[in-house]
């Protein structure tokens, strides 16, 4: 069993920046994939990015150049760093143990005009 919890959300201004950090109740971070995903109202589940066990990253089109993915293997946590937040990031944020079916509870982000 593996526990993802997620932390960091809240309220900001656009323009401004938030980290969020899913910690995992293993020593996993540093042998798995894993991803931040999110999903608005309305909207359906999408890729915000990614850190491949080899330390490589993805991410989502959207938010290039604005989030950073990393991981601290020795604290088991992984974390994005969002920067240059538009209203259009606003959405439940969800940590994901890749290729499996741990998720996180979510963290909501909310990013005003």
């Known amino acids: 069993q593996v526990q993802l919890v997620e932390s960091g959300g809240g309220l900001v201004q656009a323009g401004g920046s938030l980290r969020l950090s899913c910690a995992a109740s293993?020593?996993?971070?540093?042998?798995?994939?894993m991803g931040w995903y999110r999903q608005a109202p309305g909207k359906q589940r999408e890729l915000v990015a990614r850190i491949l066990s080899d330390g490589r990253t993805e991410y989502g089109d959207s938010v290039k150049g604005r989030f950073t993915m990393s991981r601290d293997n020795a604290k088991s946590t992984a974390y994005l760093q969002m920067n240059s937040l538009e209203p259009e990031d606003t959405a439940v944020y969800y940590c994901?143990?890749?290729?499996?079916?741990?998720w996180g509870q979510g963290t909501q982000v909310t990013v005003s005009a």
């Open positions: 994901h143990l890749e290729t499996s079916t741990y």
């Open positions: 293993r020593y996993i971070v540093s042998f798995y994939s």
